[in-house]
């Protein structure tokens, strides 16, 4: 479904140095790595958010490097930033309207908004709430809701557990296994490594906009050298 092939991408200068990975149909794939290793720019890159990069990056046989960043969710691909980028005037429900618009036209809008209220149901309680006053958990129920408006094919994560309480962190584990299975491709790049490898089947270790490692999340899982750097094992 999308594939990453020799991406160079940064702002200033590059950050990312010959990236390539995939993610299959149906996949649920995690980047690991500390802070500054790139992560972020992978996945504003994807979105081409980036405005230095090159390489290749194809989405459903689309190639992405050609696009506007207007024109990326048109394709499926729903980008949950770290910073959740919320409008805290506005009401949950606005703001979870909002990931409808690219496909505005979709008369799907009310089956996906229930769906989201099934899967949050704080959410449906809290509705007409002005999203600036929710809790941080809350706030990243309403960033996740917000992707799944798009109807999306593909859901790009950016540490999503950032700043969360644990028992949180344990609830948007459940949301993205529920999201997962309902169909959804998902690429999650964390710093929490124990949780990305608990709900991806794959993953990819980033070091200083470079990958280093590639396995399956159980393989990765038992590396001595990802138990000592990323797990503190």
């Known amino acids: 479904m999308l594939s990453i092939e020799d991406l160079y991408a940064g702002y200033d200068g590059e950050v990312l140095h010959g990236i390539s990975l995939e993610v299959r149909e149906g996949e649920f794939v995690c980047v690991i790595g500390a802070n500054t290793a790139g992560k972020s720019t992978l996945l504003r890159t994807i979105s081409r958010l980036v405005p230095r990069s090159r390489g290749r990056i194809v989405f459903g046989g689309t190639d992405l490097m050609q696009l506007q960043p207007y024109e990326v969710p048109k ?134 906009g470079r990958i280093v490692l590639s396995d399956t999340s159980q393989a990765l899982r038992e590396n001595p050298k990802v138990r000592e750097a990323y797990l503190g094992l």
Do not use: W
Not at 133 to 146: C, D, F, I
Not at 169 to 183: F, P, R
């Open 75 to 208: 394709l499926g691909i729903a980008h949950v930033p770290e910073s959740r980028h919320l409008f805290p005037d506005m009401t949950v429900e606005e703001n979870l309207m909002l990931g409808a618009y690219p496909v505005r036209r979709d008369p799907g809008h009310a089956r996906r908004l229930e769906e989201c209220f099934d899967l949050f149901p704080r959410l449906k309680e809290r509705r007409n709430q002005r999203a600036g006053t929710l809790s941080g958990g809350e706030q990243q129920m309403v960033a996740l809701g917000r992707a799944m408006m798009l109807g999306m094919r593909m859901l790009i994560l950016d540490e999503p557990s950032h700043g969360l309480a644990p028992i949180v962190v344990d609830q948007v584990h459940d949301a993205l296994v529920k999201i997962h299975e309902s169909g959804t491709s998902i690429l999650l790049v964390e710093q929490n490594t124990a949780l990305a490898l608990s709900v991806a089947s794959r993953g990819y270790v980033l070091e200083s």
